[in-house]
């Protein structure tokens, strides 16, 4: 299964580093990407990465402060957030083959790959 880790209450400005571990057939995927869902908005795709050829995508939202990367055990992948924003704040998951790097593609209803149950993240001004 994927589990998410780390968020929390962090002020607005500062960074902190979420977690997706995935074990058992969960960490054999094509990609594994973050999406979150804030207040009032729908789910949206965040950042993926390919584990075919290990390329990176990040949305214009996020881009330039936030950075996905995969530990050298392919069980871990790892969403860094920097200058974080108050819209920022949203439960943050992690899912298996919902994301596309080359077409930018996100899937964020459930149905596609494994998803984890999500970690808070509020952002405070």
């Known amino acids: 299964h994927l589990v998410e880790s780390g968020g929390g209450f962090v002020q607005a400005g500062t960074s902190t580093r979420l977690a997706c571990a995935a074990s058992?057939?969960?960490?054999?995927?094509?990609?594994i990407g973050w999406f979150r869902e804030s207040p009032g908005k729908e789910r949206e795709g965040v950042s993926c990465?390919?584990?075919?050829?290990?390329?990176?995508h990040v949305t214009n939202s996020v881009k330039g402060r936030f950075t996905i990367s995969r530990h050298s055990d392919r069980n871990t992948v790892y969403l860094q957030m920097d200058n974080l924003k108050s819209e920022d704040t949203g439960v943050y998951y992690c899912?298996?083959?919902?994301?596309?790097?080359?077409?930018?593609?996100?899937?964020?209803?459930?149905?596609?790959?494994?998803w984890g149950q999500g970690t808070q993240v509020t952002v405070s001004a």
């Open positions: 058992g057939v969960y960490s054999d995927y094509v990609s």
């Open positions: 990465f390919s584990s075919y050829d290990g390329l990176t």
């Open positions: 899912a298996t083959d919902s994301c596309d790097v080359q077409t930018e593609i996100y899937y964020p209803t459930q149905g596609f790959g494994s």
